[in-house]
């Protein structure tokens, strides 16, 4: 069954650098989110992707945040200067339509130092 | 969205049914009932969804009332590997997922 697959599965960064969180979404879909859920807390939505461009973002996705698909095939997540309060799993889905099943990757740990 | 509403925690016994209740009483025409689950810290996988009418799959079963205020989210026999936290969700027109706390189901031997 095709699925969702996140690199690194663990990310330690120190504060103030530049992370990339990659992607590669169910092949036939076209429509992807971030999602993520702090240590102990509720999964939050981040951003909604379709067509090359934001399609809805929540307060936490602020500057710092952006979002691409460079090549057709992945879906990164990337956090300009990072905080301590970005440490968290984050989390990509993929949809085939935009009413249809979100389909979730196993996330990557991101621990900020 | 409208906010939905289920049991912090529940138990069943393994290869009993389990029942999930939700309740979702400000749902709106429009939206979906999904159900996600989330074993561990793994990513939350899809389960089922349903508008109005009852819709069964491999995993589960999904039973909406009449007025759509309620569902109940039902595994047919469930095994260990069913412990986790289910998410009932309202999905609205804006496809974005807001998950609760969910129920944390404990399936014991």
């Known amino acids: 069954e095709p699925e969702v697959t996140q690199t690194p599965s663990h990310q330690v960064t120190q504060m103030g650098q530049e992370v990339i969180l990659r992607c590669v979404p169910i092949s036939n879909h076209l429509y992807f989110y971030w999602y993520r859920q702090i240590l102990g807390q509720k999964v939050e939505f981040l951003v909604s992707f379709y067509n090359n461009e934001i399609s809805e973002k929540s307060e936490i996705f602020d500057d710092q945040f952006s979002v691409e698909r460079p090549d057709g095939s992945n879906f990164t997540l990337k956090i300009r200067s990072t905080k301590l309060e970005d440490s968290a799993m984050y989390f990509c889905a993929s949809g085939q339509g935009a009413g249809q099943p979100q389909h979730f990757g196993d996330g990557t740990r991101l621990s900020i130092l | ?109």
């Not at chain 2, 491999?58 to 998410?87: C, F, G, N, Q």
């Open chain 2, 1 to 109: 969205d409208a906010k939905t509403t289920q049991p912090p925690s529940m138990d069943c016994a393994e290869g009993r049914a389990a029942n999930l209740p939700c309740n979702h009483s400000t749902i709106s025409g429009n939206e979906y009932v999904y159900w996600y689950r989330q074993i561990h810290s793994q990513g939350p996988q899809y389960i089922i969804h349903g508008l109005k009418n009852n819709e069964t799959n491999e995993m589960a079963s999904l039973i909406i009332t009449e007025d759509r205020k309620s569902s109940t989210l039902i595994l047919p026999h469930a095994t260990l590997r069913d412990t986790a936290v289910y998410y009932c969700i309202a999905l609205g027109s804006n496809y974005k997922l807001t998950f609760g706390k969910g129920t944390l189901l404990t399936v014991n031997p």
